[in-house]
C-alpha cells in the first residue's frame, strides 16, 4: 500500500489517473501470475518474482533521485536557481 501513497505523492493534482493506472497495472500482474501459475514449477516462479523485486526497487530508485534532484532547482522569476546540496549533518545520539 505504500506504493499507493507514493503514487499519491508524485502526481498530486492528477491523483484520481495516477491511482486508476496503479491499479490498472496492479489487476494485470495478478492476471499474468495466475495464469503462469499452473505452467512453471516453483523454482522459475522465484527467478521471476525476484527479477520484478530487482526491477522494482530500481525504479524506485529513479524515481526517488529524480525527485531529490528536481527539489534541487528553484524557479524565480522564469530563471532557474540550483540550491547548493549539503551533506546531511550526523549527530550523536547516546541510547
Known sequence: MRSAALYGTLFGSESEAAFSNYRLWESLGFLVAFAYSFYLC????LY???????????????VEYLQWKSRLS????????ELPVQPPKHTDIAL
Open 42 to 45: 516453483a523454482a522459475v516462479k
Open 48 to 62: 521471476i518474482l525476484t527479477s520484478a523485486l530487482v526491477v522494482g526497487m530500481l525504479g524506485y530508485l529513479v
Open 74 to 81: 528553484v524557479t524565480v522569476s522564469g530563471e532557474v536557481l
